[in-house]
């Protein structure tokens, strides 16, 4: 199953949030207890790890899982109770009794409950796997971890709306679409001016191909002769390079069936000393996941794909996965979205260290048949003075990216337009040369 490039800048983006979270320091660090990438609440005490088991009050775990717990003081017996699963554990005794679907078993647990300062302590792997629980271990964190998936997979939504967008962008990549639009690119410092480079594209695409050719607007290329002459010497070559530059022209087609990408320019040819008209095919690289627009897998199934593959042993990457499902969630399932007219509308917004997103989808809808939508998202991260602005539709894809520190500022912004065309995008060539050290090197 591959995922659709939406989805996947989404859950990208969801990650780089995380990541911008302060590192928490080592010091004082001390067993904890993780359930479902949240920290299990502790009441005025902490894990206590004995004989290399770790355990903690019976009420934090079991109630944790939303179980229904009693104890018998005469019997130093606890109950844990959830679903079809019925548990009881003697205080002092390693064996745990387990009821379920009508069958009794006994689970030896090798580590027996005991009481500690008034409370009575459990086996926190054995007392949440007789539960049907994943239990895990971070040694570098001295975490455990616990995964409940039947708690998850209950929580996860139904995105009926996202699936029909699913549908009608399939339909929409299976047409031939000519593509236009152009991208502006600012730089600045303290030393040089504002330089401004533009650039053009103009192609076509459909779900197995892409044909683009990107074009640099005369005399936009001063910036480079600047940096070259600022910071090194222009030998002859170099010259021949920028004049090149002036009137810069990359042909780019894409093979989304195999995510191969194939580059033909003058620039490539001068540096590599060959004809013209040659093509590169660039290798080296992972691509076929990141420029395939597949659009066939259902958010449902994407989820389901995450919680498949949650870490037991980093707490972090838990957390983040769980994390990304959260904001899925909380972003596209059905009941995050608001009937406004014929539109449906989902607006999301979180704040992460000084890291803030916002999301918003609008559903054109008529006849309960989707015919239109747009999305947008955009990020500001105020410690690094970093603004992201997308937005997208069936027809056009727009983007503003502004980067600011002490030294420099650079600016890009740009929208490309699509419409339908009876051209079908150009074959892939199939005389070129492995490049794979424009990219690598």
Known sequence: MKLGRWWKILLLLSVFLLLAAPVMAEENKQISIQLNGKPLALTDTTPLLVEGRVFVPFRAVFEGLEAAVSYDAEKKQITASRGDRNLIMTIGNPTIKLHLNGVDAVVNSDAPSFIYNGRTYVPVRFAAQALDCQVGWDAAREVVIILDKAQLAATTGEYQLIDELQIYNQKIAQKNRALEGNFTLQLADRVNPLKIVKFNLKGVTNSHREDIKISVEPDTMSLAHDLLKEYGTITSQGEKLLQTMEDLELNLRVDKESGEIYLKSEILALLDDKEIDSWYKISGLELTDILLANQEAKISEIIDALLKNISLTDSVAAASLLDSVDMLREAYSDEKFVRQDNCYV??????????????????????????????????????????????????????????????????????????DTTEAPAEIPQKYTAAEYFILN
Request: charged share 30%.
């Open 346 to 419: 989902s607006e999301f917004s979180d704040v992460e260290n000084g890291v803030s997103l916002a999301l918003k989808t609008t559903l054109a809808v008529n006849n309960q048949q989707i015919e239109g939508y747009t999305s947008e998202m955009t990020i500001t991260d105020e410690k690094s003075f970093c603004e992201y602005l997308e937005r997208q539709g069936e027809d056009f894809f727009m983007l503003e990216v502004d980067l600011k520190n002490e030294k420099i500022r650079t600016k890009l912004q740009g929208r490309i337009e699509y419409k």
